[in-house]
């Protein structure tokens, strides 16, 4: 016979695992919106740097593809400036392109100088803008100026204000021409930072020998990402077949298909944090129920039928599995905002393009995961409830 100050122990006892379970909830949960929230930022800063230097969707020609100088087109298309007024559209803008190598007296580094008009959204370099001021574009005046790199500063020993001079071959024949660096931006995306540089798209256009109407192509930005597919149709409708509308996904399929892999990432990690919340609290829910066999032994003698009893265990189980999801919630919550407030963790740019932890979660994920986590642990715990059927009323009215 157990004595009661046993009782007293084995209640002690199954109190602790019953917080251990909701820690255990609440710690899972926690790194459930930590994760998505980190892996969606990261997805978001990356695709937003990559569609920085050319658009959602760009307009060609259909030889230009894989070409940085192509064939120009005429400005004078019924799209231009029209689309702008198609719903998710926020700005449709010319470019042209001309590959150049810029020499100092001790280095020389090869550049693609992209030649932007009045109607550049500058954005995306005003944010990652460091030194100097955008350049200022007139469609009557040239400007020298241009927004270069901190990396082509740093390897170029350059500064801002100073005069560098840019080698063309245009015709077969060498060409150079001086600007004044009038600004210095920072992305991270090495591979864009080393070679792009903004100058006025008058510069381009003579040097390719291009019309004054004459350009490279156009860029679409578009108001959210996530209408790229639907908008890319609409678009491709109002330009027509005589030019080629290509997704930023497809130009840069690499970043963006090694982007999509992070999505596995995070499948794998929630998998993991719901099975170990439904083991954590599956356990605690087992010793309950062994801790209550000589009530459940008495429900059952006064006609309860098992699900009845089962029922009683599993909206306890809901209720303890709803208070680890609130304290996860919290923490989680509180951490993400402490990271998007503060800054706190900090990353190496030349590994990971940014230089902090970047944070971005919005209330549907976080809803789908508290509901999502809720229901599936509640639903395993029908199969902890099934040893109430095995049961005696017999034998548990005499269990103490």
């Not at 801790?291 to 209720?319: C, D, H, P, Q």
């Not at 030349?350 to 642990?377: A, Q």
């Amino acid at each position: 016979m157990v004595g009661p100050g046993s009782r007293k122990t084995a209640g002690s006892g199954t109190r602790t695992i019953i917080r251990i379970a909701i820690l255990g909830i609440a710690l899972s949960m926690a790194v459930m919106l930590l994760t998505n929230a980190i892996v969606t930022g990261f997805q978001s800063e990356i695709r937003a740097k990559v569609i920085g230097f050319g658009g959602h969707l760009q307009i060609g020609p259909y030889e230009s593809s894989s070409s940085l100088e192509s064939n120009p087109i005429s400005i004078q298309q019924p799209f231009y400036p029209s689309l702008n007024e198609v719903q998710g559209v926020n700005n449709i803008q010319v470019y042209a392109t001309k590959a150049g190598i810029v020499q100092t007296k001790t280095e020389i580094q090869g550049v693609l100088i992209k030649g932007i008009g009045t109607d550049f959204n500058w954005s995306f370099f005003e944010k990652n803008l460091q030194e100097g001021e955008l350049l200022t574009l007139s469609d009557s005046n040239r400007t020298n100026d241009i927004l270069v790199s901190r990396f082509l500063t740093d390897k170029l020993q350059l500064k801002l204000e100073q005069k560098i001079l840019v080698i063309f071959i245009a015709n077969g024949k060498e060409r150079k021409r001086q600007f004044v660096i009038r600004g210095i931006y920072e992305t991270g995306l090495e591979q864009f930072d080393r070679a792009v540089v903004l100058a006025d798209i008058q510069h381009v256009q003579r040097l390719n020998g291009f019309e004054r109407d004459e350009v490279s192509g156009f860029e679409v930005l578009l108001d959210r990402y996530e209408d790229l597919e639907k908008l890319d149709q609409i678009v491709e409708q109002h330009v027509g077949y005589e030019l080629n509308t290509q997704k930023i996904t497809r130009e840069h399929s690499d970043i963006f298909g090694w982007l999509e892999l992070q999505d596995i990432n995070v499948i794998i990690i929630i998998s993991l944090m719901i099975l170990v919340s439904a083991i954590n609290m599956g356990s605690a829910l087992l010793i309950l129920i062994l801790e209550r066999t000589r009530m459940i032994g008495i429900l059952k003698s006064l006609g309860a039928a098992n699900w009845s009893v089962r029922k009683i265990f599993l909206y306890n189980a809901a209720y303890l599995i709803f208070v680890g999801l609130l304290i996860g919630n919290v923490l989680g919550l509180s951490l993400c905002w402490l990271q998007d407030e503060y800054g706190l963790l900090k990353l190496p740019v030349e590994s990971y393009y940014i230089s902090t932890v970047p944070i971005r979660l919005d209330l549907f994920t976080v809803l789908s995961l508290n509901l999502g986590t809720l229901i599936l642990c509640t639903l395993i715990m029908v199969l902890p409830t099934y040893v109430v059927t095995k049961i005696s009323p017999v034998k548990a009215i005499r269990f103490d």
